[in-house]
């Protein structure tokens, strides 16, 4: 776990499934204590015989309350917090013209406010640690916008990637870095009900997570502002 002293500690969000269950598995694997924002809070199979390790906290990302609450049962619970990945999110399918303003506003606040919540709720615990780390779980949607479909979703995704910057340029000082991590489809159920490629040709989620796990573990000395994966050809991805 690379430097990170023993007991570690990160916070996953949405991590009852999909990315954010190999994020955190992978994490606790290489020696992390974590702690998971599930709405509906489960002990994972993948934590049998660790469950001192792993924090379970109810967390639904469009209660404005919430990510104070979690940094602090996560305070209490752990006395520190090194890491968050911000990865809850959702993915409704509309142009830009199909979307209601309450489709715009579902997908802003859990993938932009929600995130920016949980890091401002965190920050001083991050600072204190002298190389603090946050990932934000953007993506290409906000790099590009690839299809019309993806428009509104991009919207709130460009917004996630530069809310990433500001994170880095707000925190660089105090040792926090930010990574806006940009994949293309990975293998889970947002992607599943999005394409008829088959599964095993998409970014697979444990390899992602290990990507994950790499940026958490570099050094402040090697900052990486965005992390691009695809599992197709792009023009620029
Ligand atoms: N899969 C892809 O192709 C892909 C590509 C690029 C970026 N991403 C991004 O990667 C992240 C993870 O995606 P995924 O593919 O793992 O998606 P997923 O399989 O659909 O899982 C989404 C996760 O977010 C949680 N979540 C959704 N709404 C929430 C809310 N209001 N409060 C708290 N948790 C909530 C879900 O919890 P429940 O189990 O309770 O629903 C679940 O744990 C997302 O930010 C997504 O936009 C995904």
Redesign the pocket.
């Known amino acids: 776990m690379s430097d990170f002293p023993k007991g570690a500690v990160a916070l996953i ?9 190999h994020v955190a598995a992978e994490l606790l694997r290489q020696g992390w204590n974590v702690s998971l ?4 809070p489960v002990m994972p199979a993948w934590a049998e015989g660790e469950e001192d390790r792993v924090q379970l906290f109810a ?4 209660d404005v309350t919430a990510e104070a609450r979690w940094v602090e049962a996560a305070t209490v619970r752990f006395g520190r917090i090194d890491a968050l990945v911000a ?5 409704i399918p509309k142009t830009v013209i199909e979307a209601e303003d309450e489709d715009i506003e579902a997908m802003m ?3 932009l406010k ?1 995130p920016r919540r949980l890091a401002k709720a965190a920050w001083e615990t991050l600072a204190a640690t002298g190389r603090g780390r946050v990932i934000i ?5 906000g790099k590009r916008v690839k299809s019309a479909g993806a428009g509104s ?1 991009s919207l709130s ?1 460009f917004a996630a990637v530069a809310l990433a910057h500001a994170i880095r340029q707000t925190g660089f000082d105090q040792g926090i870095r930010a990574t806006a991590v ?10 599943m009900a ?1 394409t008829d490629r088959p599964a095993d040709l ?2 697979q ?1 444990d390899d992602l997570a290990r990507i994950i796990a790499m940026l958490i573990a570099l050094p402040n000395s090697a900052s990486v502002a965005e992390f691009a994966i695809n599992c197709q050809l792009e023009e620029f991805f």
């Open positions: 969000s949405g991590a009852s499934r999909g990315i954010g269950d924002g599930m709405r509906t967390y639904e990302a469009g990865n809850a999110g959702i993915m606040q859990v993938n929600a779980l953007a993506s290409l949607s979703y995704k940009c994949p293309g489809f990975v293998a889970t159920d947002m992607a999005l998409l970014t989620p």
